[in-house]
């Protein structure tokens, strides 16, 4: 089931996996199952484990009672996420066989955060804490801010500028909220308050690239990949950025708005802009500009493919 139709009830007994990458929704789902314990019995009765390295680390908690008659949750998390593989050896997949079966009748076993067995997970009950797709997202926001409303074009733009991010969107819609005064929310809000999400990955790129992090650049150069944005697009995202940093690095006496008017952006643009600039000489700023427009071209003409032109840029200014 999704998180977003799950509750907690009297009957939410046996064990749980929380999948998905959306933080609101795991931390919603395991409120869901701390609300299954009342406040005074909480110190006994609800148990935490993060990170557990083995099963058996769990079995004296899945198999207590509850003092008070009530249930045992479980809430545990980071299991399987070494990358060594453990999580599905014949060995620990035995081992979440004999826990499971040994799982406590009045107890609720939450494991998150962590890599199981395919054998384990299939015997567990899935809560999907993914993200929403967009028209779901928007229904659920609308009620989420009533009796304020949140008009269409403001809903788009939130749900578009954060990636359908539940998480970031619960934070933004605590300064949209102060922001508008009680007042509905609107799309002028959110231009004014909300970046865009594939904006601050460029800057989060462009600084990795400038400090010359090559893991932390590779590992946003997937992300990129993996939510589908081609290869041209993300050339014109580095042109457009360092271009920019350019401009701030040849204007450094001009204010914040000035500079934000001139380039069309906004002022917190300028600000990020800024910090990266400055991890650059204007002569290098010069040539990375260069660069990236000469491979650009190059991909146009034909000369290479746009992935390699964009790959081979992206090695260049990490080993400048």
Known sequence: MKAVDFKATEETVGAFYLTGDDGYWRDKALGEFRSLVPEYA??????????????EDLEE?????????????VLAGGYGTSGKGE?????????WAKL????????????????LPQQAAKRMTEIDCSRLDAQTLKTYISALVKPRKIDFRALNMLVEY???DMARIANELAKLEAYCKGGDITAEAVDALVADTQE???????????????????????????????????????????????????????????????LGIKEYAVRRSRESARKYSQSALKKILTLLVNAE?????????????????VAEITAM
């Open 162 to 164: 954060t990636n359908r």
């Open 87 to 95: 999580g599905e050896s014949k060995a620990a997949a035995a081992a």
């Open 200 to 262: 601050n990955a460029v800057y989060e790129f462009s600084g990795a690239l400038a400090e010359r992090n090559r893991a932390r650049a590779t590992e946003l150069m997937s992300r990129f990949i993996a939510d589908g944005v081609p290869y041209p697009v993300l050339l014109s995202l580095l042109i457009n950025q360092y271009r920019r940093l350019l401009h701030c690095s040849l204007s450094p006496k001009a204010s914040d708005a000035e500079l934000a008017e001139a």
């Open 61 to 73: 908690a899945v198999t207590s009672f509850s003092p008070f008659g009530g249930k045992v949750v």
């Open 100 to 115: 499971l079966d040994e799982l406590g009748e009045g107890a609720a076993l939450v494991v998150y955060d962590s890599k």
């Open 297 to 313: 071209y190059s991909f146009k003409s034909g000369e290479m493919s746009d992935a390699t032109a964009f790959r081979t840029a």
């Open 42 to 55: 909480r110190d006994l009765d609800l148990k935490s484990a993060y990170p557990f390295r083995s099963p």
